[in-house]
């Protein structure tokens, strides 16, 4: 089993323009989180799916962020416009159980992003 | 309020020495409790979790954890600490019904 797969790995961007994050979960799990690491707050969840719809996205810190996941194997998180306190490693996991909010989660090795 | 705190943010062992990682969690329900480990530039790991089964639970690589209810604690404890136990250790709360919820961490050096 592959696990789950980030992409891409590192991000380098100016402030304003538009990124985006790719999440594979494992397949046959149904539950996908989204997390955001800094050294100031920690890890962070931003928003959890089930059975591919969002369940929990109120630790979306703003309108500029926003996820998808269109589809049982593939996420997205979008940041338009980014800025530089933005920056962070920004990691998935995923679960096996729907509601898998008391279940193992399986991370990815994370993207980190940088916002110049 | 659910939440967790990890009483130390840096633990320091001699290699062959004993580790304790303190971990409490205010929950208004019987929680799951995890403790995950993550080495450096890599995802979190899972170590061991309680799930309201055995109060003491044991995990990967020689760790285990006790739910001690009356302590609301689930601290992380190892007989003999290794040079590969370097990294960051998150005790995590999981209320029936409510967010999870992450501590802050605690990073393990291992001095040898």
Redesign the interface.
């Known amino acids: 089993d592959a696990g789950?797969i980030q992409s891409p790995r590192h991000e380098v961007t100016e402030m304003g323009q538009e990124v985006t994050l790719r999440c594979k979960p494992i397949s046959g799990h149904n539950s996908l989180f989204w997390y955001r690491q800094t050294m100031m707050r920690?890890?962070?969840?931003l928003i959890y799916f089930n059975n591919n719809v969002p369940i929990?996205d109120?630790g979306m810190p703003e309108d500029r962020f926003s996820a998808k996941m269109p589809n049982a194997s593939f996420s997205t998180l979008k940041i338009q416009p980014s800025e530089p306190r933005d920056s962070a490693v920004y990691?998935c996991?995923s679960s096996p159980l729907a509601g898998g909010?008391?279940d193992?989660?399986?991370?990815?090795?994370?993207t980190r992003l940088t916002v110049l | 309020a659910q939440s967790v705190t990890q009483l130390d943010s840096h633990v320091s062992v001699s290699e062959g020495t004993p580790v304790l990682l303190r971990c409490n969690y205010s929950s208004s329900y019987s929680p799951?409790l995890?403790w995950?480990v993550q080495h450096p530039?890599?995802?979190?790991?899972?170590l061991l979790?309680y799930?309201s089964a055995a109060t003491l639970v044991k995990g990967i690589n020689g760790f285990e954890a006790e739910f001690k209810k009356s302590e609301t604690s689930f601290h992380l404890t190892k007989p003999s600490a290794h040079m590969s136990d370097a990294a960051e250790y998150?005790c995590v709360v999981?209320p029936?019904g409510d967010?999870?919820i992450?501590?802050?961490?605690t990073r393990l050096h291992i001095l040898p």
């Open positions: 789950v920690g890890l962070e969840l929990d109120s990691f996991a909010r008391t193992t989660q399986y991370f990815g090795p994370g | 799951s995890f995950y530039n890599k995802g979190l790991q899972l979790k799930t998150f999981s029936l967010k999870i992450f501590g802050k961490g």
